[in-house]
């Protein structure tokens, strides 16, 4: 009998982590999901194919015991903002990232897929953008045939990004737009990132590669929200908001215990979030990758 293949994956609690051990198992993989809460978020497991670890990433000796017997490792685990006497995204993105992949290839685990986000880049502005440029070369040189994904921005349900939307569009009388709106994103349904995580883990011709995700649509953010009110039947003025007066906010915002917005988010917005010319992406993992607008009902209307 051939064993099952186990898989660890890191961020397993999270809102991508969640589709992805829900896509191994349903393929018969074993997934060991480990978080930091990982016991308390210890659910159901008809399947018998889950079991819950609970590590930090900072912490070697956890992160190690976490990948005994695996065969393959994911790292889905993220920090968007950091606060104070918290975890830096240069203890998550850069250490966190490094340490993982060396320790996976220490114990011979077989594939590692890092999940890290289109516009990783060391030059920018943002901390958060340059931690994750900085992490991903930790995790190459540490894992030469780590397989790197860069998604565009993620949605399904449950996830931060629609029901924000949701959320503005419900409470104010008009939507303000990051500068007039016409920032591209590429929505990727987080099932089809589930799918691309599973054949990077699978496929031998994925090794050493980094592919950007983007989903069958490229949208400007105003055409975005312009979509979100039409499905929920609102009528908004959408309000174009200099970049300026944004920086401004979120500066303001940054001394508030739980920011609503960050400089980060804000240097993001600044520039497309769409697939690169001739990067890798869906198509070579053989994903025919969803559009957003078919898809609005089963990510909104839970929640209205
Ligand atoms: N969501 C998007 O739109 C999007 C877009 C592009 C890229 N990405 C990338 O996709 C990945 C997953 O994002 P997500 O939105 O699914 O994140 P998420 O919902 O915030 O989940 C984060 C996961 O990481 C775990 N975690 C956080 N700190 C940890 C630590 N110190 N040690 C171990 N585990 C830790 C969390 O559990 P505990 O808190 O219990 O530890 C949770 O399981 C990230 O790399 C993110 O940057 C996401």
Redesign the pocket.
């Known amino acids: 009998m051939t064993a099952i293949p186990r898989i660890a994956v890191?961020?397993?609690?999270?809102?991508?982590?969640r589709a992805v051990a829900s896509r191994l198992t349903g393929s018969g993989m074993a997934v060991r999901i480990?978080?930091?809460?990982?016991d308390s978020a210890a659910g159901e497991n008809p399947s018998g194919l889950v079991e819950y670890r609970a590590?930090?990433?900072?912490d070697e000796a956890a992160v190690s015991a976490a990948l005994r017997d695996a065969d393959g490792v994911v790292n889905?685990?993220?920090?968007y903002v950091e606060r104070p006497g918290g975890?830096s995204f240069e203890a998550?993105h850069v250490e966190?990232a490094g340490r993982l992949a060396a320790l996976a290839g220490q114990t011979g685990v077989g594939s590692l897929v890092h999940?890290?986000?289109i516009g990783a880049d060391e030059a920018s502005a943002s901390p958060y953008v340059r931690a994750r440029a900085r992490g991903e070369r930790r995790v190459r040189s540490a894992f030469p045939g780590a397989v790197i994904l860069r998604?565009s921005?993620?949605f399904g349900p449950g996830d931060?990004?629609l029901r924000s939307l949701e959320m503005i569009t419900r409470r104010l009388p008009v939507v303000p737009l990051f500068g007039r709106g016409g920032t591209r994103l590429q929505p990727v349904y987080v099932e089809d990132m589930a799918a691309g995580i599973e054949r990077a883990l699978q496929s031998p011709e994925a090794r050493g590669r980094t592919f950007e995700l983007g989903g069958a649509g490229i949208h400007t953010y105003r055409e975005i929200i312009a979509m979100v009110l039409d499905h929920l039947h609102r009528r908004r003025l959408l309000v174009p908001v200099p970049f300026a007066a944004w920086h401004l906010l979120a500066t303001l915002a940054s001394i508030l215990p739980g920011p609503p917005l960050t400089r980060d988010q804000v240097i993001l917005m600044e520039s497309d979030n769409v697939v690169g010319h001739g990067m890798s992406g869906f198509s070579d993992l053989g994903i025919t990758a969803h559009a957003m607008a078919p898809l609005l009902g089963i990510c909104l209307d839970a929640r209205t």
Request: glycine share 18%; hydrophobic share 50%.
């Open positions: 890191f961020g397993g609690t999270g809102f991508l982590g480990v978080a930091r809460h990982a590590a930090d990433i900072r889905a685990v993220s920090l975890p998550i966190g999940i890290s986000g998604p921005v993620l931060t990004f």
